[in-house]
């Protein structure tokens, strides 16, 4: 039970002032069960009952082991409280670990903030997509691609193991597969703004993809370590040279729509955040 009894104005200002010191500290470096079981002992003195309850409950998702909150929780709780609380056995009969570290991810509170760092957030990624936009109409070799180049020529190696033709493909596969990694970590991390940028490299890398592919009956394009076309291999072999054209159009198609799926989940997450700071750009 919370501790009865009266507090003086001067007690209840201190305690507050804590609380507040508290708040400020999760928000900057993010979640730990130190602070939000300091945070529950305030809230206890403040007789705050159900910020008690929810502090305790974010420290037992933290560490489902942690005895000590689960004994505190016994105590304060109900049991049709206790009932609706995720247990350390609930955790272990879990059927999967990745919708757990799911979960512990994504339960976050987001809304919106409309500070000067997010109109800056907005512009640069207002100049970002007229940039690749304007690219994606000129069919020709643009910066990025250097980086491009180099990802796809490390793939030929890297899938060569799994056969000729999964090698041959490979190039594509590490150019496309690098930066939609990298999309997921930061999406992992939390840092939702930079993954939304990131997608504008992997629409870019279908372009450059599409163009190779188009390239593969008048194969005229200069070739990187063999004079094997990546292309006309693959279409050959798979006897869809007749439809390069088609093809290449789905693929430069596939760029341009991620790169609009890119500018509005760029504005987006300029201005809509986790608010709680452990979000981190």
């Known amino acids: 039970m919370l501790n009865e009894g009266r507090l003086s104005d001067e007690e209840r200002a201190r305690l507050l002032r804590i609380r507040d010191q508290l708040r400020e500290e999760i928000a900057l470096r993010g979640e730990s069960v130190l602070a939000r079981v300091q945070l529950a002992d305030i809230h206890t003195q403040l007789r705050e009952r159900e910020e008690t309850i929810e502090s305790l409950r974010i420290a037992l998702r933290l560490k489902p082991d942690a005895l000590a909150v689960i004994s505190r929780l016994k105590q304060i709780c109900t049991e049709e409280e206790l009932a609706n609380l995720e247990t350390p056995e609930e955790v272990k009969r879990s059927k999967s670990r990745l919708v757990n570290f799911l979960r512990g991810r994504f339960r976050e509170d987001f809304g919106f903030s409309f ?167």
Do not use: C
């Open 115 to 281: 500070d000067p760092i997010s109109y800056l957030r907005a512009g640069a990624v207002v100049i970002v997509a007229i940039h690749f936009f304007w690219i994606s109409r000129k069919i020709g070799w643009h910066f990025l691609d250097n980086v491009n180049l180099v990802i796809h020529e490390i793939g030929h190696p890297v899938f060569g193991a799994f056969g000729e033709f999964i090698g041959m493909a490979g190039g594509t596969i590490m150019q496309l597969i690098v930066p939609l990694g990298l999309i997921l970590y930061f999406l992992f991390t939390k840092r939702l703004f930079s993954a939304s940028l990131l997608i504008f490299w992997l629409g870019e890398s279908f372009l450059n993809v599409s163009v190779y592919a188009a390239d593969a009956v008048k194969m005229k394009l200069l070739l990187v370590g063999g004079n094997i076309h990546d292309w006309h291999y693959m279409f050959s072999r798979l006897n869809v040279l007749h439809k390069t054209d088609q093809i290449a159009g789905a693929i430069r198609n596939t760029g341009i729509a991620l790169m609009v799926v890119a500018t509005i989940a760029g504005l987006f997450t300029s201005f809509y955040r986790i608010t709680n700071r452990s979000y981190k750009e």
